[in-house]
């Protein structure tokens, strides 16, 4: 606490113990947050139950003990009583006669933070003069008498304002706490910073957006509350908005990887209004969207031209075959043997061109990495040379998660023999792998070679870009890079002190926990739905059918015991099967969703962002692969 700070609360401190009258504020968990040196003396407290973080219980049963209510037969059920009473946070004003016949007045009012403040005032000669003005009003004048009435009829005036005021007062209340609900309930973190950074105000969700912080922050400066790495990547935007300007950006945090976005909005009174939110899953399939929508360029714009080079390449090898049977000197032939091979690796690097841009489409399933990372050292090692080994350090979650096995162990295959290549005849390659939360699988392929040049960690992800000469096409890299963008990930390349490292980063997302029961199928063809539902049925579920996400709704609410839907994407009605799957994503079974509508269609893409979809036609082991079941023939 700096001196400023120090001489406001000893301001405070004082000024509170000056008033006349008892003062106590406990907070929302009824821990004494303060109170003044008269609200001690009135109840004779010990200094324990006079300093900040007091009990309110143990106070009450203090002087529960001592006789202030008087004689009571059951101590803890007064005590509990109470207690319920303070927690409603509900305004309050009695008066009551103490054991010495001191009478006093108590007023409590809640706090907009929690918690509430009351008021002890000694009432007693007030009390004493008004018996006296009652034992002798007989005597009185009339015109004092007259003057009371005028008192008494002002009074009940200031009566009904009060009450007016009081019920403003509820409404207010009961507004602010429907407003405090709302916001509480909103998948986003909403605060307010002072001049100084200081919050005074979050609907408690900040640890909700980043795991690990306090929910209770009101009073912290905002670098306490995030952490200094956090803190340091927002302070640039947070100095921007307390010069008025309105920013929004991105940052990924350090805990799990996050991808949070921060909204700084100036109060025009020199503080800030703060909305956070995880957009983790948005970046994800954001950056899946964008990757399908540059291959599908890609493929606009190379179709054409492959399809002319390839003519071109054919017309370039038969009349090489027509010079090679002619008789011609020996300079002649070999030529035409240099001009056959580079022809035909023209042809194969169409072929790659092809495989890159091509309807490469992620077939998620659900993954057992232990054992795709078996399998992957059991395939790359017979490729690699004696004095090269292959480690592969597994720290992968035991779950099966939802990859696609095919493009994932082939990009880890060609980043191995890579990494092979980059060795030479000795060296050490090394495959590790881990989860970040339950955010991302990270995959890093490490070798003691000789590293990455300047030029290489710029480009290679570029197409055609190599270090291999002649032997390499420049495609390896990028296609890994493709297969990643497509998931939703990233690709990251790196030196290390003993070599190359890439780290591919790709979506956590568990595999569906089906294992059997009821399955709710929701298909409006009835010929494909009793296809589906057979499989279904050969897959060992009981099914249930609807034909419409409205219909589908209302059987996940009143039929207990669902475990699986499975659901085509284009239903009749306005409702889709997507939508559908976003309400069952809150509290309900696991939804798989199939469509026939080509990759290109925007609502097919939308869903294949956030979860596997199955491509019409499928077959009965595909579907059972996708719900981790065993098909049986």
């Known amino acids: 606490m700096d001196h400023a700070d120090q001489r406001n609360k000893a301001m405070t401190t004082a000024g509170l113990n000056l008033i006349a009258q008892a003062l106590s504020i406990y907070d929302q968990k009824l821990n004494l947050a303060v109170c003044n040196r008269r609200f001690q003396e009135m109840f004779d407290l010990p200094d324990a139950l006079a300093q900040p973080g007091a009990s309110f219980a143990d106070t009450i ?26 927690l409603a946070f509900e305004p309050h004003y009695i ?7 001191e009478v006093i ?37 009339d015109q ?30 009961e507004i602010e706490l429907r407003t405090r609900m709302t916001t509480e309930m909103m998948p986003a973190h909403i605060a307010h910073v002072d001049e100084n950074g200081h919050y005074t105000y979050s609907n408690r969700r900040l640890s909700s957006v980043m795991p690990g912080r306090p929910s209770e922050i009101v009073g912290l400066h905002i670098s306490q509350a995030l952490g200094s790495a956090a803190f340091s990547r927002i302070e640039p935007n947070l100095k921007a908005a307390y010069k008025g300007e309105n920013t929004v950006f991105e940052f990924s945090e350090d805990h799990d990887q996050r991808r949070i976005r921060v909204a700084f909005t100036p109060d025009q009174s020199g503080g800030v209004y703060v909305l956070s939110m995880d957009v983790t899953e948005e970046t994800q399939a954001r950056v899946a969207l964008q990757q399908s929508r540059r291959r599908a360029l890609a493929a606009q714009m190379t179709s054409g031209l492959a399809h002319d080079f390839s003519n071109l390449l054919t017309i370039i090898l038969g009349m090489q075959s027509k010079l090679k049977k002619m008789e011609l000197p020996d300079e002649a032939a070999e030529l035409i ?24 489409t992620l077939r998620p399933k659900a993954v057992d990495l232990h054992s795709l990372l078996q399998d992957l050292k059991l395939l790359a090692s017979p490729a690699l040379p004696r004095g090269v080994g292959l480690s592969v350090l597994d720290h992968t979650p035991d779950e099966p998660v939802m990859l696609d096995p ?104 568990a595999a569906p926990k089906a ?49 699986l839907v499975l659901s085509d994407i284009k239903l009749v009605g306005d409702s889709t099967g997507l939508d559908l799957a976003q309400r069952l994503d809150q509290q309900g079974p696991p939804c798989i969703l199939m469509t026939s509508l080509p990759l290109s269609d925007p609502l097919h893409r939308e869903a294949l962002a956030h979860r596997p979809v199955l491509r019409k036609p499928f077959t009965r082991a595909q579907l059972g692969a996708l719900i981790r079941t065993e098909a049986r023939s």
């Open 61 to 86: 049963r203090y002087i529960a003990e001592k006789g202030e209510y008087g004689e009571v037969e059951n101590i803890e059920a007064l005590v509990q009583n109470r207690v319920e009473q303070a």
């Open 337 to 360: 043997a240099a001009t056959q091979a580079t022809a035909r690796r023209g042809g194969r690097l169409l072929n790659r061109i092809a495989d890159m841009t091509g309807n490469r």
């Open 95 to 101: 008066e009551r006669v103490r054991p010495n016949g």
């Open 144 to 173: 004092l008498l007259s003057h009371a009435e005028e008192l008494s009829a002002t009074n009940r005036e200031l009566a009904a304002t009060i009450t007016a005021l009081e019920e403003a007062k509820r409404q207010l209340t």
């Open 406 to 509: 095919g493009m994932l162990q082939d990009a880890l295959l060609n980043l191995i023999l890579n990494a092979r290549d980059a060795c030479g005849t000795s060296g050490q390659i090394t495959v590790s792998a881990h989860s970040i939360g339950r955010i991302w699988i990270e995959i890093a392929v490490n070798d003691t070679g000789p590293g990455f040049s300047k030029e290489a960690l710029e480009k290679a992800i570029n197409p055609f870009f190599t270090t291999k000469g002649s032997e390499g096409s420049g495609l390896g890299l990028p296609m890994v890079y493709d297969m990643v963008k497509l998931a939703g990930g990233d690709l990251q390349l790196a030196n290390t002190p003993t070599g190359a490292s890439i780290i591919l980063r790709l979506p956590y997302r």
């Open 515 to 563: 294992q059997g029961g009821l399955a709710l199928l929701v298909e409006d063809n009835d010929e494909l739905r009793s296809h589906f539902r057979d499989m279904l049925v050969e897959l060992g579920y009981f099914v249930v059918e609807a034909t419409s996400v409205d219909e589908a709704t209302a059987l996940t609410a009143d039929i207990e015991g669902i475990s």
């Open 105 to 141: 007045s108590v007023e409590g009012a809640p706090l907009p933070q929690g918690g509430w403040v009351a008021v002890y005032t000694d009432i007693t000669r007030t009390k004493q003069v008004e018996q006296l003005l009652r034992a002798r009003s007989e005597e009185l004048s």
